[in-house]
């Protein structure tokens, strides 16, 4: 059984090249830093136990036999208890799961490790002055406290919008902030459609379970009780038909997760969501949204409590806050100046 290193910038170009290779029924050995890069060791197979190592042997040794091991020592008595068997040899090897890895991350850090380390900033209190402006802006758009993690969320959106990769950055928050949390994955699928091979090769990565429930069933997978221990992520990228009333019956909390490149129509199309909801723009190392988006934003009555980008699972999900609006501000007249 040959075992396969791969070295990487981040976690998904690490994995992307071990799907490549071995296929994505590949078992994840270890995940570990090293030198700035991520190293995954893989193999197609499980490898066998290792031979027990013999114990060196002293030619002086009184208890060696002349081959040079040892000769079995025969006790009598009412003393000599019944010989103890030796513990059986462990058949897989010890593979270190993604909360652990995140754990590890934890000491080395000497601090509390967040996937979401932005500090938030809440939106500047109402005054009597006219409601103008970037802060005006802030207020009717950004919660009043940080955004929280419900123990039950789904997440929806358009297409190539990153909704997949976010339920796992979810999941990995979910985590990180709630240690012992153990979240699970649910992709509703419409017959008998196989799973993407990318969402299974993530969860089982991150060591997550996934399930794959008809779309007209999906209420009898999810607990009767919301449960924060095991939050439940639904993953709503083959369920487009799935209309807000019937996520509203599941007790979601949605999310809906939109590229920061749409246009203001297109953002006010897609944020028709029922109250509550929340939105996540996505890709925003790529595109920073505007002043006209984020308007457009404001104008759909929904809150937008995260920002999702870069290629990892770890570090690629933030909350936004007051501070980080300004920047986007800033950065798209920027890009309006260079556009044209």
Do not use: N
């Not at 932005?118 to 955004?147: C, F, I, N, Y």
């Amino acid at each position: 059984m040959g075992i396969l290193t791969v070295r990487a910038p981040d976690s998904q170009q690490a994995m992307e090249e071990v799907l490549r290779r071995l296929g994505p029924e590949a078992y994840i050995l270890s995940t570990s830093h090293r030198d700035g890069l991520v190293e995954i060791r893989a193999a197609r197979d499980l490898p066998a136990a290792p031979p027990p190592v013999p114990r060196p042997v002293r030619k002086d040794d009184p208890d060696a036999g002349e081959a040079g091991d040892f000769r079995r020592l025969i006790l009598s008595g009412p003393s000599a208890g019944a010989p103890r068997e030796a513990p059986p040899l462990r058949t897989e090897p010890r593979v270190q799961t993604f909360a652990e890895m995140l754990e590890d991350r934890q000491r080395q850090q000497a601090r509390p490790a967040l996937v979401a380390e932005r500090a938030w900033v809440p939106p500047p209190p109402a005054t009597d002055a006219a409601d103008d402006g970037l802060e005006a802006l802030a207020r009717q758009l950004l919660p009043s406290r940080p955004a929280a993690l419900p123990p039950r969320l789904a997440i929806a959106g358009p297409a190539g919008a990153g909704k997949t990769m976010l339920a796992l950055r979810f999941a990995a928050l979910m985590m990180e902030e709630r240690p012992g949390a153990e979240p699970v994955i649910l992709a509703p699928r419409i017959g008998s459609e196989p799973a993407d091979a990318r969402l299974r090769h993530w969860t089982r990565l991150l060591a997550l379970p996934l399930e794959r429930p008809p779309l007209d069933g999906i209420g009898q997978a999810l607990l009767p009780r919301p449960d924060p221990w095991r939050p439940e992520i639904l993953d709503l990228s083959g369920s487009p038909g799935m209309t807000p009333e019937a996520l509203a019956e599941t007790g979601a909390k949605l999310v809906l997760a939109l590229p920061a490149d749409l246009s203001p129509r297109a953002l006010r199309h897609w944020a028709r969501a029922p109250a509550g909801s929340l939105i996540c723009l996505t890709r925003t190392d790529l595109w920073q949204p505007g002043r006209a988006e984020l308007a457009a934003l404001a104008a759909s009555s929904l809150r937008l409590g995260w920002e999702s980008g870069g290629t990892g699972v770890v570090d690629a999900l933030w909350r936004v806050d007051a501070d980080r609006l300004g920047q986007w501000a800033e950065a798209g007249e920027v890009q309006g100046e260079e556009r044209s």
